[in-house]
Structure formats: C-alpha cells, structure tokens
C-alpha cells in the first residue's frame, strides 16, 4: 500500500507542487486504470472477449494499456480543464472525476456500487506475481522507475519551464513559454502515472469499485502530497507512508480516526509549510 500510493502521490505532486494545478479529480485515473485491470480480467474469464478481443492477463500487454487508456483520458480532461484557472480549475476536475465515478457505479454489469472482483493477478514472464514477496519488488522497482523518470522530468528544461509558470505566469507567458503546451504535457504524464497505481492497487486487492474514483480519494492523494512536502519528489513518498501508517494505527483506536488526522494536517501547514520532507532536509537541498 505504501508503494502504490507513493506512486499516485507523486504524479499529483507533479502537477500540484511543480505547476500549481490543483486537480480535485486526480482519483479518476488511479480508479480508470485499475478498472482498466478488472474489466478486461472480466471478460477474459467468462470468455466473452471485449470489442472482439479475447483478452490477457499478460502484465506487458495490460499494463501499458492501462495507463496509456489514463494518459489519454488525462489529455482529454487536461485540455478542458486547463481553459480556466484557480477555483474554477478545481471545481471542473472535481466534476470530470464525479462523472466517472456515477458511470462506474451505474455499470452494474462490472458489480456496479459493489465493485468487481479479480479473480488472479496478471503475469509476467519469469516472475510469479501471486508471491506477495515478488509483487512486492515489483511494486518497488516501478517506484524507482517512477521516482527517477519524474526527476529527470523536473529538471529538464521543461520542468523549469513548468516551475516558472508556476512562480510568475505573466513574465514567463512574455518570455515566449506556451502555458497550455506545458501544463497539458504535466496533466498527462501525471494521470498516466496515477494510473499505474491503479493499476498495481487492483492487481494487489484483487478488488476495484467505484470508490477508487470518489472525490474522497482524490483529498487523501492531496493530504499525502501536502503532508509530505509538495514540489520534492521524495516528500510524497513519506506522506504517502505517514497517512496510511497513521491511518492504520488511529483506525485501530476509533473509527473516527480523521478527527485526530485532521488537525495534523492543519499544524504541517501552518507550521511546517515544506511538509515532512522540510523537516529533514535544509531548504537549500530542498526541491
């Protein structure tokens, strides 16, 4: 769980603490790709294809699949979302994302509200998926991949491109930068990468549902993000395990485990505006 919500942490952190595009519908794509997983797991097991295809449950040909199904509707809702700014930005996410999730839940062919079941996680050659240990590294190494393609993208030219739109969207738009070019290529690459998590999530719960697409996911993707440190990569990642390890150990204490939660949240921002991530590293490293 760690791992995989790192991974959807930071591709918001992408787009949220590099380009200040506060997405309230970032869940869609982590629910997107992980339906992706059990639809096609669905059809595969009973036989009856999708749109002639057989199907698989070979990892190299569903996992690419998915997340370039979530790249895809991330462009799309990316170039509609990106024609307004600041709350309204907020606010058109949060209705794309709430769209998918009433589509999936009146799906009732997929279990609907219940959600569907996978009855086996996909293949791949030479490894044995269904060893918690091996699905494990697996879920590891794609955190690195992810981790080390998302450095390098923020300092490339276009993340610094990114991070000055960021900082003065006027002078960088006189500069000659293209906001939309920039922001859009952010958008897209983020939902492709909270799509792997969705993807890894189904193949690890064997399970996905319409709640995966709920605008609450979306505000916990966001708190691991804010708690960790936004604009550092490596912040998400320790916001990701400080929300989950927080979460498992208060629910084990009271149902109403936000109410401790909640006010956590609200002293890392007033006081440790930088996150987690702040605490341990100098500003100057920072980033």
């Given at each position: 769980r ?39 797991a ?32 991330g ?15 907020i ?24 959600g569907l079941?996978?009855k086996?996680r ?12 091996t699905?494990?590294?697996?879920c590891?190494a ?47 690459v ?20 319409p ?14 993000v ?7 990569i ?21 149902e109403?485990w ?11 921002v ?12 100098p ?5």
């Amino acid at each position: 769980r760690f791992l995989i919500y790192a991974i959807a942490a930071v591709s918001l952190d992408l787009i949220l603490g590099y380009g200040a595009l506060v997405s309230f519908g970032h869940a869609a794509f982590f629910g997107l790709g992980g339906y992706v997983i059990g639809i096609v797991a669905f059809h595969t097991a009973d036989g009856s294809g999708l749109f002639g295809w057989a199907g698989t449950g070979q990892a190299l040909i569903l996992w690419p699949l998915a997340v370039a199904t979530c790249a895809l509707a991330g462009l799309v809702i990316g170039f509609l979302s990106l024609r307004t700014s600041g709350v309204q930005f907020i606010m058109i996410t949060l209705a794309f994302g709430q769209m998918l999730y009433f589509l999936l839940v009146g799906l009732m062919v997929y279990g609907g509200d219940d959600g569907l079941a996978i009855k086996r996680r996909n293949t791949l050659p030479g490894l044995d998926l269904r060893d918690a240990s091996t699905y494990y590294y697996v879920c590891t190494a794609l955190l690195i991949a992810w981790v080390y393609l998302c450095r390098r993208i923020v300092g490339s030219r276009f993340g610094m491109a990114l991070r000055s739109l960021k900082q003065n969207r006027r002078r960088s738009v006189a500069l000659g930068y293209a906001p939309l070019r920039y922001q859009l290529t952010a958008f897209t690459v983020s939902a492709a990468g909270t799509g792997l998590a969705g993807v890894l999530w189904a193949n690890y719960a064997l399970f996905v549902s319409p709640d995966m697409t709920a605008w609450q996911k979306s505000g916990e993707l966001m708190a691991m993000v804010i708690l960790g440190g936004m604009g550092s990569i490596f912040g998400p990642i320790l916001g990701a395990c400080a929300f989950i390890g927080l979460e498992q150990v208060l629910t084990a204490w009271t149902e109403h485990w936000m109410l401790v939660m909640g006010p956590v949240l609200v002293l890392i921002v007033l006081f440790g505006k930088r996150g987690l991530y702040g605490l341990l590293v100098p500003e100057r490293e920072h980033g």
